[in-house]
């Protein structure tokens, strides 16, 4: 294979938000890497391999903390209209 321009890392994996496929991307690297080497049609060295993880290790993080910040605003949400309704109820 010949060594062809790679991408910037981290735009790469902004293009995947399914946090649990890029779970079991991280969890099955080998597999990951040789799926982009095809992807890429190029041979990825060392170097290529330490910043392809350490993005995608970036997104997995970033993906889980727009989670966590999701279920904590639903759950502010949710006091917010149990507030509401109560003091609905007591007018």
Avoid: C
């Avoid at 099955?28 to 992807?39: A, G, P, R, S, V």
Wanted: no cysteine; glycine share 2%; charged share 35%.
């Amino acid at each position: 294979m010949v060594k062809r321009s790679l991408p910037d890392w981290e735009k790469y994996w902004a293009n995947f938000n399914d946090l649990e496929l890029l779970k079991f991307k991280s969890a099955n690297l080998d597999d990951t890497l040789q799926m982009i080497e095809k992807e890429f049609a190029t041979k990825l060295l060392s170097g290529d391999h330490m910043q392809l993880l350490d993005a995608l290790d970036v997104r997995i993080e970033e993906l889980e903390r727009l989670e966590k910040a999701q279920k904590n605003a639903v759950q502010a949400d949710l006091f917010e209209n149990i507030d509401h309704i109560s003091m609905h109820e007591v007018q």
